[in-house]
């Protein structure tokens, strides 16, 4: 038998088992799925737990059992990762050792407060972050009680994973205490070490818009140093100080140690991937997908999606002697919750940034792009049951309205030109 592993059983992990257990011939094939965690948790949830909003009020509203959906031919082994001694082709884990012909790393990335001073030290006190489920289960109650002053939702550096949810986030703020009558009483600040409230430049300018008319305030450029949670406040290296009564921290992101400590990483536990092929860079037959990749384009569900579609064909190649292919284009896509029931979308890749238009059908949608409406929060809302049943399941390749490869039908043309001049 020859081995496939794939570490790590979140989105990317599940996605690849469910697609490879489907390609390859299980008689000659073991796929072998590893991870430490207990749990599937369904990320893009942790945005609604804090507000007790739209059905998600407790663990189970986002959480599964880890190996809940990993196909039956594949083999799960709950295990911590230790090493991938890649000159040997063997991963070392806490339950013993793995030999592979083939490694994807699906290891995701995670949240480290304690890499900002004093941030560790005011969690739980007036410090919360949505990032973990634990994190988004301890906001409840605080924000319920939360009678008026000042919110500050800070982004301590980038990468983070899902790049919007922190936007989201201040504007389901503003819903939230707009719905308790006491927004005149509270102030919100969205404060970020990036020029705006997002990476891309026209996508900024419209949540912008939206901030403004919601009167959230946005406070840009600010690299934090470190936070006092006793006198609350925080602080950036450039001087500036930003106080608040209840601190939404998104802490740093960081990729996993395995990943460094193996010698493949970026020094900030990022796998070295190449950006079209996702081939892992200082090591053979080995691919990354999703969040533990250092590809420039955003760490989301769909991304990992996405990437797995064109791991799975490049590992199959491989194994034919043919050389993997540069087919992804960087394309991500994602539901923009603004509140009251609405909801934009961004559909863009490593050369296009987000447009205006109709998505996925050219002037039909029905969903539109980096446009606020009800039928794209239905969309959010139903990402859910299509994550669990068919995403994971790896349903989806081959689906017209999710294309691997970002589709330029719908989209508004010009903007392209405007944005090059
Ligand atoms: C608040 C929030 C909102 C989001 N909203 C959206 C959204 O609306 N749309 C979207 O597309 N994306 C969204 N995302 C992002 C999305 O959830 C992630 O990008 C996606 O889950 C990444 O998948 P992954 O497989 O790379 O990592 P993960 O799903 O995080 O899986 C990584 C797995 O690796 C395991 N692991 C790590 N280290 C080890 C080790 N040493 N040994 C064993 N196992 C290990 C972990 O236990 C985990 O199960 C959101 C994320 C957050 C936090």
Same mark, same amino acid.
């Given at each position: ?5 794939i ?12 697609? +490879? ?18 749990? /599937? ?10 507000? =007790?909003?739209?059905?998600? $009020?407790?663990? #189970? ?5 880890? $190996?809940? %959906?990993? &196909? ?13 001694? /890649? ?35 005011? +969690? ?13 289960? %301890?906001?409840?109650? &605080? ?70 008319? *919601?009167?959230?305030g ?6 934090? %140093?470190e ?11 450039g001087?500036e ?11 740093? =992101? ?11 990483? =970026? ?13 892992? *860079? *200082?090591a ?20 990992a ?8 064909? $490049?590992?199959m #190649? ?32 490593y050369?296009?940034?987000?447009? *205006? ?19 794209? /929060?239905?969309g ?14 790896? !349903? !989806? &390749?081959?689906?017209?309205?999710? &294309?691997?490869?970002?589709? +330029? ?10 944005n090059?001049?």
């Amino acid at each position: 038998m020859k081995n496939l592993v794939i570490l790590g059983a979140g989105t990317g992990g599940t996605v690849l088992a469910s697609l +490879m257990t489907r390609k390859l011939d299980m008689k000659q094939w073991c796929v072998t799925v590893i991870d430490k965690g207990f749990i /599937h948790c369904y990320q893009p949830g942790l945005l609604f737990l804090p507000f =007790n909003l739209y059905g998600y $009020n407790d663990k #189970r509203d986002v959480a599964k059992p880890i $190996n809940h %959906s990993i &196909p039956s031919e594949a083999q799960f082994v709950s295990a911590e990762i230790k090493l991938i001694d /890649h000159e040997n082709k063997r991963v070392e884990t806490s339950e013993g050792n793995f030999d592979y012909d083939f490694l994807v790393l699906a290891l995701g990335c995670t949240v480290d407060p304690s890499e900002v001073e004093g941030m560790a030290e005011g +969690m739980g006190r007036n410090i919360f972050t949505f990032y973990t489920l634990e994190g988004a289960l %301890s906001m409840q109650e &605080p924000l319920e009680m939360f009678e008026g002053g000042r919110i500050v939702l800070n982004i301590a550096e980038m990468p983070i994973k899902c790049p919007v949810a922190p936007i989201e986030f201040v504007f389901l703020a503003d819903y939230f205490f707009q719905n308790k009558n006491i927004r005149d009483k509270v102030t919100i600040d969205f404060v970020t070490p990036l020029t705006g409230a997002f990476t891309k430049p026209v996508a900024t300018s419209v949540l912008s818009e939206i901030a403004e008319q *919601k009167n959230i305030g946005i406070i840009p450029n600010f690299q934090i %140093s470190e936070v006092d949670h006793e006198k609350k406040v925080i602080k950036s290296y450039g001087g500036e100080s930003v106080e608040y009564d209840l601190l939404v921290a998104i802490p740093p =992101n960081t990729g996993p140690d395995v990943i460094e400590e193996s010698g493949l990483g =970026n020094g900030l536990g990022y796998a070295v991937t190449d950006d079209h092929t996702l081939k892992v *860079k *200082k090591a053979e037959r080995i691919y990354a997908v999703g969040d533990n990749t250092n590809v420039p384009t955003s760490k989301a569900g769909s991304v990992a999606h996405f990437e797995a579609e064109v791991i799975a064909e $490049n590992i199959m #190649r491989e194994m034919e002697g043919k050389e993997p292919l540069p087919e992804f284009d960087g394309h991500s896509n994602c539901f923009i919750e603004s509140g009251f029931h609405k909801a934009l979308l961004f559909d863009f890749n490593y050369e296009v940034e987000p447009l *205006k238009g109709s998505y996925p059908l050219g002037g039909i949608g029905p969903f539109s792009l980096l446009k606020e409406s009800y039928i794209n /929060h239905l969309g959010k809302l139903a990402f859910k049951h299509i994550y669990w049943n068919l995403l994971l399941p790896a !349903l !989806l &390749p081959g689906d017209p309205l999710l &294309p691997g490869k970002m589709s +330029m039908a719908g989209k508004e043309l010009e903007k392209i030109v405007e944005n090059l001049h």
